[in-house]
């Protein structure tokens, strides 16, 4: 670091750049609760969107941390009798049904590594889910919007759980009934809140 009067000059400059930037943060957070307000006052949940801009701002690890996260925590749900109904989700069943891959014996790891090129590939390939053509999925995805034109509820999906064609036909189903210029979708709403007994007025006698 320098000295002298040079040394206080950089400490003030760092000092006063911290300052605005601190300013700037305030003014930004400012205008995230602004936005948040508005949201909630056009009816969205605004927990949720704030959950929304979270996953946003994950790169490609934190999303697959986040997605194994998830898988368990239904697969703990199922297995503790939790599920209240409610089906298990594609890559939780996916994760439930791969088989275990059986115990290497010592040594296997470097003749692996020592294998040859094309037969490490297949093995690769052979684990690879089997792929959809791109057009077939944005059909699917037309599809779901067609289908909610003509009035069917999202349980008239109608692809298999298994097929990757089923999200995308609820994203299409989605997207046109979250998006017809009207009022917000009661199913983007939270649910109200019961009344309290307590806040309830006793009539007088």
Not at 57 to 71: I, N, P
Not at 93 to 105: D, G, Q, S, V
């Amino acid at each position: 670091m320098s000295e002298g009067r040079n040394s206080s000059g950089l400490l003030r400059s760092l000092v006063d750049r911290i300052v605005r930037l601190e300013e700037e943060k305030k003014e930004i957070a400012a205008d995230i609760k602004e936005v948040k307000a508005q949201a909630k006052s056009e009816g969205f949940d605004v927990k949720v969107i704030t959950q929304m801009v979270r996953e946003a701002l994950m790169d490609e690890s934190a999303r697959a941390t986040q997605r194994e996260f998830e898988e368990l925590c239904e697969v703990y749900r199922a297995s503790l009798g939790m599920l209240d109904g409610t089906p298990l989700g594609d890559s939780a069943r996916k994760r439930i049904a791969k088989p275990p891959k059986p115990a290497e014996p010592a040594g296997a790891e470097d003749e692996k590594k020592e294998a040859p090129a094309e037969s490490v590939a297949a093995d690769e390939e052979s684990e690879k889910e089997p792929e959809f053509p791109a057009e077939d999925l944005e059909q699917a995805k037309q599809r779901g919007r067609d289908d909610a034109d003509a009035g069917k509820t999202i349980l008239g999906n109608p692809y298999l759980s298994t097929d990757p064609r089923r999200p995308k036909w609820d994203e299409g189903w989605c997207e046109r009934k979250g998006s017809d210029g009207m009022e917000i979708p009661a199913h983007l709403r939270r649910k109200p809140k019961a009344e309290k007994a307590d806040n309830k007025k006793v009539p007088a006698q």
